[in-house]
Structure formats: C-alpha cells, structure tokens
C-alpha cells in the first residue's frame, strides 16, 4: 500500500453500497470501482440490481443509464471523487479518517492497511455505506478505461 492515503496514484475494487432511509427501507448496489489520481479520473460501474456507469473525469461527471437510454452531465463540484475524499481526509483513530465534501460528513475505514469501507449520511439524510473488496493499490490503470462513450439514440440531460 502507498505510504498513507494521500499518496494513493490508483485504485480499484469490487465494491457493496447499502443505502437506508429513515423508514429503514434498504437497496443495495453492487459493482466495481476504478480511480486514478491523474486528471481525478474514476469509473464506478454498478452492475446490481442495474447497469449504470459513472465516469469521473478532469472536473465532469458523466452517468450513463443504459436502461433509461440516457446519458446526464453533472459538475464534479457536486459529486465528490474517490481519491479527493482519501486526499482531504483527517487521521481520526486507528484506521479511521474524516473529511467533509459540499457539507456531508465521510469516515472513511481502512482495515489491515486497506480502505474497507466509506460511511456518510447524504443530503436526504440516506445512511450510505460503501464496503470495498479485492482492493488493488497504484497497479497501471489506463486513460482509456475512464473514457466513456454515448450511443446516438440516449437522452442527454445537463444537471445544474
């Protein structure tokens, strides 16, 4: 592993996001992640229970939706990448970094010197935790795995 967090060049996963209101209902998200420091680049692509990719890239966001048929840009200053979170963050305890992102709160837990899993409540007060596995640190990731490529019948929407 790099030398603490901030110096992380790469990084993927496989990765579990479990998402619960106030009314308790539950949905979770599986799929894999893959960031790169240079150009604060990263692909979250969910594969359970939907197919939807995230490229993260040099100051866009870009979500694809196959199932919708639609494409939406948004601002990085509104969603926050990966290593921008890990950068930012403050040592805590053993293990455990805090860092705030457009006023939302992330612990971010390392176990046995591996980032095992992100928690945060986000803006409609969702409890999110994001555990992490397989994790690989700083192996070669390529620009062209953070390129993404929009079919000419999807919907583009701009988010403001």
Do not use: C
């Amino acid at each position: 592993m790099a030398t603490s967090i901030a110096d992380l060049k790469t990084f993927s996963a496989d990765f579990e996001q479990n998402i619960v209101n106030d009314q308790q209902s539950r949905i979770t998200y599986k799929g894999k992640l893959y960031a790169k420091k240079q150009n604060n680049q990263a692909l979250w692509i969910y594969t359970d229970p939907i197919d939807k990719k995230i490229y993260y890239s040099s100051g866009k966001v870009v979500i694809i939706e196959p199932e919708l048929e639609q494409a939406i840009f948004a601002r990085l200053d509104k969603v926050p990448n990966i290593l921008t979170l890990l950068q930012k963050a403050k040592k805590i305890g053993e293990g455990r970094y805090l860092t705030t992102f457009n006023k939302i709160d992330y612990t971010i837990i390392f176990k046995e010197g591996k980032l095992s899993e992100i928690r945060y409540k986000d803006e409609l007060h969702n409890r999110v935790v994001i555990r992490f596995e397989h994790q690989q640190t700083d192996v070669p990731l390529s620009d062209e795995k953070f390129r993404y490529n929009i079919p000419a019948d999807y919907d583009i929407l701009e988010q403001k």
